[in-house]
């Protein structure tokens, strides 16, 4: 089995894409139980006009045609910044076994910054969670992208 490092670098490639998109540079990729990866995903909900085209949504919904399946039990959702309301929601409907994410969000995250929506006793799934893992990667890249978008504003 490959380290979680060598699936956040490959969650890292797909915010890439977004970032070249001019889309907020998000990344996510769904790896089933065997160390597969079966889904992929980058930000792209200005590209596709869908509120709900976020890079785990995205992921989630490739890795569930891979499947032929909605559950995707057993597998690890790798993405490089943490999750939204939606997007942990998205994730318990999946039941995934695991989710890691890279940067903290401090003003939407809802793993750990502003609630800890996955691990509510109400819901019948519970998820494990490592966060931190190329933390300071995801950062950089995020930082880079609105330093950039400030200065076009600006100028």
């Known amino acids: 089995m490959r380290s979680d490092e060598f699936y956040m670098h490959r969650?890292?490639?797909q915010?890439?894409?977004?970032?070249?998109?001019?889309?907020?540079p998000v990344g996510a990729v769904v790896v089933d139980a065997q160390g597969e990866i079966i889904g992929v995903g980058?930000?792209?909900?200005?590209?596709?006009?869908?509120?709900?085209?976020?890079?785990?949504?995205?992921?989630?919904r490739e890795a569930g045609k891979h499947q032929g399946n909605y559950r995707l039990e057993g597998c690890t959702l790798f993405v490089t910044l943490e999750p939204c309301m939606m997007c942990a929601g998205t994730m318990i409907h999946a039941r995934l076994a695991r989710l890691v994410y890279g940067?903290?969000?401090?003003?939407?995250?809802?793993v750990e910054s502003k609630a800890n929506l996955l691990t509510q006793p109400w819901f019948n799934h519970q998820?494990?969670?490592t966060g931190g893992v190329l933390a300071a990667a995801s950062q950089k890249l995020l930082k880079g992208?609105?330093?950039a978008r400030r200065k076009q504003l600006n100028q």
């Open 127 to 129: 998820i494990a969670v």
């Open 11 to 13: 969650a890292l490639d």
């Open 42 to 60: 980058c930000n792209a909900p200005v590209a596709s006009c869908d509120p709900s085209g976020h890079a785990e949504v995205r992921a989630l």
């Open 145 to 147: 992208f609105f330093a």
């Open 103 to 110: 940067a903290a969000e401090p003003r939407a995250g809802m």
């Open 15 to 24: 915010a890439h894409l977004a970032a070249a998109a001019g889309e907020v």
